[in-house]
């Protein structure tokens, strides 16, 4: 797509194309759970980062790789963006997919106070939208280290996408409960109908990777762990990861439509801590 000349690239900082914008506005759609978002970009990509009451986050990861085209002449270009706009965008041609046609974009920024020009084509029908950026909020510190992970758990998400779709959505926390020791991985709700619980084996077909150290419980509100649910919709595999804190990391493996990995990960620090 040659949507401008390269004389014209060389007043932008970022300059990203993709031949097929879908396979931005599905990451981006798994952390819509609220309308502001933090653009960050890289020569490693971009990354959008979106919280909620100092105790969420979600992060967006779309590697440099996935783009046809990625240059950036700045060590980081940072900005606060509007992710509804953003999102209405990239799908500015419809969301009903017609075989074989992409809608095909490059996305500029000239750097700070400038907006975001997206310039999209599809079946030789070009549109450009400008979206304004604002200043970028601090961005929260969980200071979730590997090195602290206490308990991993790996698995594909068809057993979750179950188990969350089940969850009773009268309790205000997901209790979940990860140990060596049976029941290994735990999900319990506390409702109005009373406590559920649901166990998931790690011998099962489902788990691919089990490595606990010792036996933590911990309680997260429900309603901030709801949103993740979004990345669930679309991911193939999750990694489930919990430090000595308590703080959880749920990070999510989604495949585009042309097969390029992408990924997205929620923080959440714990409601309380459950004593054995």
Known sequence: MSLSTQDEEEQFVLVAKLDNAKNMSSIIK????????????????????VEESKCLQANAFIHAGVFQEF????????????L?????????????AVPGVNTALKMCYGGYGCPLTLMLEESGVLT?????????????????????VVNKIIMKTE?????????????????????????YFRMSTFGNSGSTHQDFP?????????????????????????????????????SIRTDYRG?????????NDDGQVCFV???CSPDEEVND
């Open 30 to 49: 798994a952390i819509h759970f609220k309308d502001t978002a933090i653009f960050f970009a890289t020569k490693n990509g971009i990354k959008l980062t």
């Open 71 to 82: 240059i950036i002449k700045e060590e980081q270009s940072t900005f606060k963006i509007n």
């Open 84 to 96: 509804t706009v953003l999102l209405d965008c990239l799908n500015i041609f419809g969301s009903s």
């Open 128 to 148: 450009d939208c400008s979206i304004k950026t604002l200043e970028p909020d601090e961005t929260l510190d969980f200071n979730f280290s590997s090195a602290n």
């Open 159 to 183: 057993p979750l996408r179950e188990a969350f779709s089940e969850l009773d959505m009268t309790s205000e926390v997901l209790q979940i409960l990860m140990s060596p020791d049976k029941p």
């Open 202 to 238: 790690k011998d099962s077909d489902m788990v691919e990777s089990f490595e606990c150290q010792q036996t933590q419980t911990n309680r997260y509100k429900l309603s901030l762990l709801k949103p993740s649910t979004k990345a669930l919709a679309t991911a193939t595999r999750i």
């Open 247 to 255: 703080f959880i990391s749920l990070q999510y493996m989604i495949k």
């Open 265 to 267: 990960e929620y923080y």
